[in-house]
């Protein structure tokens, strides 16, 4: 066995018992997986208000992204959350309690199976998509949260691995949302983005205003950055930061514009 890839959909449990388990068996032990859900609880079908739920895990390490913006309101109503304790965040849209975490879970591998424990719960029965990876190829596999700290641009270096990736074996997957780790915040706003080599990467980004009527929202599409930010004020790009090289236990990014504030970066390698 190489590599092997499996997609799984399922419906999250509806006991909305906080802290019950669920497991979700595969062909294959995983080594890494990645999770995403809009928060619909029925197939083919359109749903008002907008959610898009991402996260990652090693089995051990896990980060996730959320952002949310309610429809029909008369003044934008959107938000973000960055959480590294987290491989899945679910958020209400209803108007009262705005953007509440309705879900939030956690995981781990085993033979042949991903169990989910789902420390916030909810009856709604969400349905998510699984790609897990797997495979005697894959050596290693990492979920890596960190920030960024320098206010000016140029290269960074992000180490802790605990292996060495090179152009031809390894790919980089980043979430970016909130500012600092395991916040919220408004407005939407989020970046995911792929990096194999400094020649192949891509980024997208969202952006949406918050209490502002009418509400502005922008949407960016990068083939050669890794990770794009908008402004918060018009949409425009302030800041990219391209997929320089694979280094010693890490990988380097060289970033343009302004880094200030901190911002908080989760990488799966």
């Not at 909810?122 to 890596?144: C, H, P, W």
Request: proline share 4%.
């Amino acid at each position: 066995m190489a590599v092997s890839v499996q997609v799984v959909n399922f419906t999250k449990e509806t006991t909305g018992t906080p802290g019950v388990t669920q497991d979700v068996n595969l062909n294959f032990t995983p080594k890494a997986i990645r999770v995403i859900s809009n928060g619909d609880t029925a197939n083919d079908t359109a749903a008002a208000n907008y959610m898009y739920c991402e996260g990652m895990s090693d089995g051990t390490n896990h980060a996730c992204l959320t952002g949310t913006s309610r429809d029909n309101t008369p003044a934008g109503a959107g938000s973000r959350i960055h959480r590294q304790d987290a491989v899945l965040v679910i958020q209400t849209t209803a108007a009262s309690p705005p953007n509440a975490i309705v879900v939030q879970g956690t995981c781990s591998f085993s033979t042949n199976k991903v169990t989910f424990t789902w420390g916030t719960n909810t009856t709604r029965a969400y349905r998510i998509k699984l790609l897990a990876f797997g495979g005697d190829d894959i050596t290693n596999a990492i979920v890596l949260n960190t920030t960024v700290t320098a206010a000016s641009p140029g290269n960074q270096d992000y180490t802790g691995l605990g292996f060495t990736v090179t152009d031809d074996n390894g790919v980089a997957f980043q979430l970016h949302g909130a500012r600092t780790a395991d916040t919220g915040a408004a407005p939407l706003d989020f970046t995911i983005g792929t990096a194999v080599s400094p020649s192949k990467r891509w980024t997208i980004g969202q952006m949406s205003e918050n209490t502002a009527d009418p509400t502005d929202t922008w949407r960016s599409h990068f083939t050669d950055q890794f990770l794009s930010l908008h402004s918060t004020a018009d949409g425009t790009i302030f800041c990219n930061a391209d997929f320089n090289s694979w280094i010693s236990d890490g990988l380097r990014l060289a970033w343009t514009g302004t880094l200030s504030p901190t911002t908080f970066i989760s990488f799966l390698v």
